[in-house]
DNA sequence: TAATATTTGTGCGTATGTATT
DNA sequence: GAATACATACGCACAAATATT
């Protein structure tokens, strides 16, 4: 009879805990030192446990803060991505949205070119969140020309979609130009965000919108590799040459 | 893996935003609590960032006013241009293509049901790569019903192009259906033949080719994704909801 | 001038990450 | 596994300087 490690024992347990819903997606779990305590063996025995629960993805640690419940993976494993899939269309647009910071400062070249406006000149940085059941779906950076879009600034911050807000700044008519689609690893704070490890997989899109005035909006959106996938459209009847 | 600490991370982002002049002399940072919201970070955290960030000479800080940009930075090493662009119609399409390898096999299911046959019905596998001046682009893996198209082999094996193969099997007229995107990260195999490190973030394109006859294929293509950017089309009279 | 709000500076306690012994 | 040490990070509280009204 082999003897189970003392570690697997403990991740077995909290597995079962975290199936029977004590608990539930985003809680805290309790402080290592508090699972030491609870399961008489040293923290990193407890660390070991958790480290093999990180790996299936159960769990996800924040340093300082915690070690907490990821979304609800196990119970959905197929259909939590089918819930998650985006249309290109509606990229960055899902109705729960976080608005993490909103600033005004001046374009930097990239952004001066895709909005035609001179470097220097006055956007509105928006920085959001997008969510589905408090698990993060896609962190997103819009730069939006101030001199061209007055009140654009207040109307971010009053409306909860960025739709919403162009019109309440009298653009209630604009077309997405080409997007430019990429694969990037994720850096330390995007991590953070999207609640995925350094280095993970990020599909990165980049596109301009553009009304009768000119362009509105250039937005750049990071999607969890992981938990999306974008569904482009396609015209029928094109010809693949 | 080495973790970046977050600090650095946050910091080299900032850093990163002075270069590009999104602000510049004189000018005042977001406050310390818009950044740390920005970034999802606690304040010390952002603390941290600008502590180094001032050491270096680049900002200073004044007690009850703000954090200012001391001096611009001009030399900044710049990120590798992406230098292959495909449009995404032209996906796994381009004219330099290596055949890696060719079988007949019988469908898994998720391409028994992509081609609309049944799981176990004959399938043409074939392994292929993109290059550009030598440099690879792109993975492809197609499955193309054998039944459906007799001599399809023999085709692939004969021709440079998968279209053309798909012209001398009787096929000259085929749509592509909706394409999914994904980022994922690169196995050992995948890294090999795309010259680049495993776990590096690759853009996943997979789609279904359906002419009048059914579906004709089941195509996957791995893009580096350092190298390479989609660029999706979009209708200009279509309207972003 | 005075009151109030904002912003940076500082301290303390606690939690996780990692390396060493 | 156990014990220790240190770096990183979070959360709260409050002081000090500045800006705003």
Known sequence: MTKTPLWQAIAESVRRDI??????????????????????????????????????????????????????VTEYPIGRRVRFHQNLRAAGRSPAKKLLALETRGAAQPEAEALRIDPGAPVVAYFGLSLSDDAPIALVVSAFPAERLPGISDALAQNTSITAALAAAGVDDYTRASTRLTAVAADATQALHLHVVEGAPLLRSQSVNISDIGPVEYGTTWFAGERTALIVEEDPDAQVR
Chains 1, 2 share one sequence.
């Open 19 to 72: 199936a029977d819903k004590r608990y539930t997606a985003g809680d805290k779990l309790p402080t290592e030192a508090a699972l030491s305590g609870r399961f008489g063996v040293n923290r990193h025995t407890i660390r070991r446990a958790l480290k093999a629960l990180g790996e299936e993805g159960l769990v996800f640690a924040r340093r300082g803060a915690g070690v907490f419940i990821a979304s609800d």
